[in-house]
């Protein structure tokens, strides 16, 4: 239980990575908010494992790349969990198509969510920890 008490709020926590890091965190006695964009089903399941281990969860749509989405997902988690003592940058996204196929629209989502989303969730959340004391 070396999580025990902590709160997480973990992007892209639907499925593949982020799924294992939320289920992980949890039977390390963590609460998480389990982020997601697209497919609220597969962010319910997850939030049911996390509350079969005993812990709390709730599920937090919102896009990484847009900054009224990260606020919100910040002020939900600290309202219903508390305060947010890790956050995990996990959300990405890939395109599998040939390099010289890739449009600009294609190119500047990947480079918004992989890059931009890591940056905006961290500037968020910091801006809030210091806020908050």
């Known amino acids: 239980m070396r999580l025990k008490g902590k709160i997480a709020l973990i992007t892209g926590a639907g ?17 998480v908010a389990v982020n997601y964009v697209e497919n609220l089903e597969q962010a319910n399941q997850v939030a049911a494992f996390v509350r079969d281990k005993g812990r709390r969860a709730i599920v937090v749509k919102g896009d990484v790349a847009k900054r009224a989405d990260v606020e919100a997902m910040v002020d939900k ?15 990405g996204i890939e395109t599998i198509i040939p390099f ?21 969730c961290s500037q968020v959340y910091c801006r809030r920890v210091i806020a908050e004391g």
């Open 77 to 91: 988690t600290w309202k219903e969990l508390g305060p947010i003592d890790i956050l995990v940058n996990n959300a």
């Open 15 to 31: 499925r593949g990575i982020g799924r294992g890091i939320s289920e992980i965190f949890a039977e390390e006695g963590a609460d």
């Open 100 to 120: 010289l196929e890739i449009t600009d629209d294609q190119w500047t989502r990947i480079n918004d969510v992989n890059l931009r989303g890591e940056w905006l």
